[in-house]
């Protein structure tokens, strides 16, 4: 009895013992392993939404004009008087607490480097690529008007429209080919000579594009005026008890919403485009700063980059 009841108490000896050996999760740990964790996952996550926009022509076109617009912007932000007095102070600083001796304003640049700044020559290297992708844009720019004159919009006014802004858009993709080909040495460099120069060809080719964007504003225009007109139809038929104010409601507005705030989204775009073209569109320009362009070209493209990368996400 002495032994079976011996025999019997040692497992439970054993089980606390290898108890009390087993390795022990702090609460510290487990709390840096989630954040490990959840931030791997959270990269995967924001990984995978980037694959998704870059898949697309259009979502990868967005993705390489925010890399050219902020890193524009972003170098001029870095080289204005405030912001490398205060890196400069910092720096000063961090010396100073290091206990090296060092002059309150650094002396004089002897040697200016002539190198493009890296933020500039990244944005340019973006600029390129872009130019690049769109040499073959005319095949689509083709079938945007096969499209529009086989399925033209019923408004006159907005017919109209619609084939003067592919007239206009074919013209300044054209131009544009033209011109990048002929920068790269590969040809048309003869006849760009004989026909003005490369500055003029450019210039005409933007202003191709700026009236592409007044034409925008037309078609905008009209569509509030439609807009505007198809509500008024919509309230004279619930008030003549021709459709119910339920009906009404539920038929229009999420249409409404979604039309709205297309229309914004366009007016905001071409309000920041239209500076900006009319600038470029002159040999001496409207005295619009080089240092803001790149801010003012990524304005005209946030709302639509916000939409395209929240349709990114997973229902």
Known sequence: ?????????????????????????????????????????????????????????????????????????????LASSPLASLRLTIRLWLLRRLGRDVPALPPPATNVSSARPPLLAFSDLMSKTRYTLRLLGLVSMWAWGSSTYKSPPKDPVLRAVAYLEVLSMLVYQFLENVTYLASNGIGGDSLIKRTGGMGKWTIWSIRAWFAYVLLQFVKLSRESVLFNQKEQEEQRQVSAGEKSVAVADAELEAARQAEVRSWRKRLVNNLAWAPLCAHWSLEKGLGVPPSTTGFISWLAGAWGTYDAWQATALP
């Open 1 to 77: 009895m002495s032994d079976q009841a011996e025999s019997s108490e040692k497992p439970e000896g054993i089980s606390a013992a290898s108890r009390g050996n087993a390795p022990k999760i702090v609460p510290r740990q487990k709390a840096v392993s989630d954040v490990v964790v959840s931030a791997v996952l959270k990269t995967d996550e924001t990984v995978l939404r980037l694959n998704r926009l870059l898949s697309t022509k259009a979502g990868l076109d967005i993705v390489l004009a925010n890399l050219n617009y902020t890193s524009h912007s972003l170098h001029y932000l």
